[in-house]
């Protein structure tokens, strides 16, 4: 069972910067696509971008330059998600994922992360 272990979540300024960690234990899934979603209190939840095994990420519309998704090129279970002028509609729960396809939440995910909570405040 792929386990994934997520850090770096909390709270900001407006304007901020985060950096969100995932680790895969399992290689299986990991070395295919990996990513972030996001959950907001009383929303729908919504990809924030997925990277896929040779590397290239996608990112939501709403992203708009201002987060970079990486992977680690060593071991490829590794991926940061740094996250820069943050605003108040980025606070939701962030989950990491592996085994997903694309940006599109109706795909099927194989394993989810437990969440990390990211707050910009005004």
């Known amino acids: 069972q792929e386990q994934l272990s997520e850090s770096g979540g909390g709270s900001v300024q407006s304007g901020g910067s985060l950096q969100l960690s995932c680790s895969s234990t399992?290689?299986?899934?990991?070395?295919?696509?990996m990513g972030w979603f996001r959950q907001a209190q009383g929303q729908e939840r919504e990809a924030v971008a997925t990277?896929?095994?040779?590397?290239?990420?996608?990112y939501n519309d709403f992203v708009n330059g201002r987060f970079t998704l990486s992977r680690d090129d060593d071991f490829r279970t590794t991926i940061k998600l740094r996250m820069g002028s943050l605003r108040p509609d980025d606070t939701a729960m962030y989950y990491c994922?592996?085994?997903?396809?694309?940006?599109?939440?109706?795909?099927?995910?194989?394993?989810w992360g437990q969440g990390t909570q990211v707050t910009a405040f005004a």
């Open positions: 990277i896929s095994g040779d590397g290239r990420p996608l």
């Open positions: 994922v592996a085994g997903c396809n694309g940006l599109d939440p109706s795909n099927p995910i194989m394993f």
């Open positions: 399992m290689y299986t899934y990991s070395r295919d696509c």
